[in-house]
């Protein structure tokens, strides 16, 4: 009846810039003796109209179209009304892929529009991000003994809970800056461009997430001449460094907080005198205070206190100071718990000090539409982040490669594709694990863990049919990682087979001498695959499915590459009906029309037109 696509009809597909020229083109069947057809464009509670007008008709279809602007960001709402001769009137909305269907309680297409003072820096478009938690990864050195907690052997199993029930997070493997200088060579042989670390300052814990003092390097991990020396090894061969900036919460440890007396300073818990009083939020001072999600070891800063804004923003503070050592970016921890004008002044503060600096978020669902305390924020229409970690292109890989799914996994990529604009796309995060999820080779096992405690899971090693199989779907979903818009984010250690449930078993030592060679060099194929193909893949994206084969395009220019993707477990084989010959990335072999194409169970095919 309506042949109206937003993904096909509208241009420019996906975000718009405010001010930017959208024209609609809306396809009526011409069994459908059409009188008018109007748009209706909405935003909070004003809703705009724009009648199409008659544009065309090819014997099978009558065509309305309309050209319009849109003047102030925000997210938009739109739909149509479909006025039949003879006064019936239609109302039409969205089905699941953006098709159009008629009913009075469909829902409307989303637009995002942004501001047209937006910009996002290329710095890290069209790289590879290599995903390091630092205590885990690699030492070189004497051991250091940690503060307040114990050193293990490099190798031991984590620690999940200790003698009295309680986990505190203070088992260390002393991995630090020269171990992660050691291993560049290594790093830079899996086509990564920019290593983003797990916290780096002074704190209690091994994950480092309740800072003790912005302003001082862990001592466990290095010196600052130490970090400055990976920013200028790193950078030798083309690789940047990304912080993890948490900005919500410190340590009850800390300089600010000081409940353990650990440091020379009158902490916000030991004096309501104290210069941090104001930092923190008491309802009963000292032992009752806001803290991040209950948990008490890390007391939520009060944002708006003066004293903190000038430790994270003033002249030689933390923004400014560790940005200016040669940064290429900062994650922003729990970015929604932070409020709308603090982003701001971060990203203010991160720009001034260099504007190519890239300001990533944490947000685990559609950033176009994420509400926190009951707001809408603006973190791609008013501009206030590059990029965030882009977890629902996580969840749709891991479920596609589980259970399988072409079509469903296709609508949740172009719904993202579609909210988002396509520079901020372009810097996102894909990844499909990191210190907060399983690890990728575990959740796309199939083992059935449900009704097994922490410890157990800690002792547990796949092997066997369910390893094999794990490795295969690990292929797969990397392999759509690395296709797929965004900066591919390679959780260290799942590019050689490292195990581990949740947390804190996801953050086991890497296993240097034990790589899975065959999950490596796979690994080193996507990253010499984004190399050669970069300008490619920083282009337009489709998706299709044909028969149970899942087909990923990226294009631009007259130039694709497409991944072709056999989730099941039984060999498939597809015909080639395209014009246009391909020829396999991997093998060289070329296809022609009418050739049949062969996909082994859980398998691929990476191809490039010719």
Not at 310 to 321: R, S
Not at 331 to 346: A, I, K, N, Y
Not at 484 to 496: A, C, K, R, W
Not at 588 to 609: C, Q, S
């Amino acid at each position: 009846m309506f042949k109206y696509n937003s993904r096909v009809h509208k241009t420019p597909f996906g975000a718009v810039k405010e001010g930017e020229k959208i024209k609609i083109v809306f396809p009526v069947m011409r069994t459908i003796w059409v009188d008018s057809v109007r748009l209706f464009v909405q935003k909070d509670e004003i809703i705009r109209t724009i009648p199409l007008n008659f544009c065309g008709d090819d014997g099978n279809l009558t065509y309305f179209n309309c050209e319009f602007t849109v003047d102030e960001w925000g997210i938009y709402h739109y739909w149509f009304e479909v006025r039949e001769v003879g006064g019936g009137i239609i109302r039409v909305g969205t089905g699941e892929e953006g098709d159009a269907m008629p009913g009075d309680n469909l829902p409307d297409w989303q637009m995002t529009v942004y501001s047209r003072d937006y910009h996002v820096p290329k710095t890290i478009q069209g790289g590879v991000i290599y995903h390091i938690f630092a205590d885990r990864f690699a030492k070189v050195g004497e051991d250091k003994q940690p503060r307040f907690g114990y050193l293990k052997k490099w190798g031991e199993k984590v620690t999940v809970i200790e003698p009295d029930g309680t986990y505190r997070a203070n088992d260390f493997y002393g991995g630090n800056f020269q171990g992660i200088i050691s291993k560049l060579d290594y790093i830079e042989s899996l086509g990564v461009t920019e290593i983003y670390l797990s916290p780096i300052f002074e704190a209690a814990s091994n994950h480092r997430y309740d800072t003790g003092d912005y302003l001082k390097i862990d001592p466990l991990l290095g010196t600052e001449e130490d970090f400055k020396q990976l920013i200028e090894e790193a950078g030798k061969r083309g690789i940047g460094i990304i912080l993890d900036g948490v900005f919500n919460h410190s340590g009850a440890d800390s300089i600010y907080f000081n409940q353990l007396g650990h440091y020379d300073s009158v902490g916000a818990y030991q004096s309501e005198d104290s210069p941090y009083h104001d930092w923190y939020y008491f309802s009963k001072f000292p032992d009752e205070y806001h803290s991040w999600w209950g948990c008490k070891v890390v007391p939520t800063l009060n944002k708006s206190s003066k004293g903190y804004r000038e430790l994270v923003f003033g002249k030689g503070g933390v923004i400014d100071k560790w940005t200016n050592f040669g940064l290429h970016g900062w994650r922003l921890d729990v970015v929604d718990e932070l409020p709308s004008d603090f982003v701001d002044l971060l990203r203010e503060a991160i720009k001034k000090a260099n504007e190519d600096v890239v300001v990533i978020g944490e947000v685990w669902e559609d950033a176009s539409i994420k509400f926190s305390y009951g707001t809408l924020r603006p973190y791609f229409t008013k501009g206030e982040l590059d990029g965030v970690m882009n977890y629902p292109f996580k969840e749709a890989i891991l479920t596609f490669c589980a259970y399988g799914g072409a079509r469903a996994f296709g609508k949740k990529i172009m719904k993202i594709c579609e909210n988002y604009p396509a520079d901020a796309l372009n810097s996102c995060m894909t990844l499909v694990g990191s210190h907060d999820t399983v690890r990728v080779i575990n959740a796309l096992s199939g083992v059935d863990v449900r009704y097994t405690t922490k410890e157990q899971r800690r002792e547990m090693t796949l092997e066997g049919e369910a390893l094999a199989v794990a490795k295969k779907r690990v292929k797969i979903a990397s392999l759509l990682q690395f296709i797929l818009p965004g900066v591919p984010s390679v959780y260290y250690g799942d590019e050689i087979g490292l195990q581990g449930y949740e947390d804190p078993m996801n953050r086991a030592t890497f296993p240097w001498g034990k790589e899975d060679k065959d999950l490596l060099e796979h690994y080193r194929f996507l990253g010499a695959f984004r190399k050669k193909y970069r300008e490619i893949l920083l282009g337009g994206t489709n998706t299709w499915e044909q028969g149970e084969f899942l087909i990923v395009q990226r294009f631009k220019d007259g130039k694709s590459v497409c991944a072709v993707v056999n989730p099941t477990f039984e060999d498939r084989t597809a015909r080639y009906g395209k014009t246009k010959s391909v020829r396999d990335v991997q093998t060289g072999k070329v296809y022609k029309t009418g050739d049949n194409v062969d996909i082994p169970a859980l398998g691929f095919l990476v191809v490039e037109t010719i």
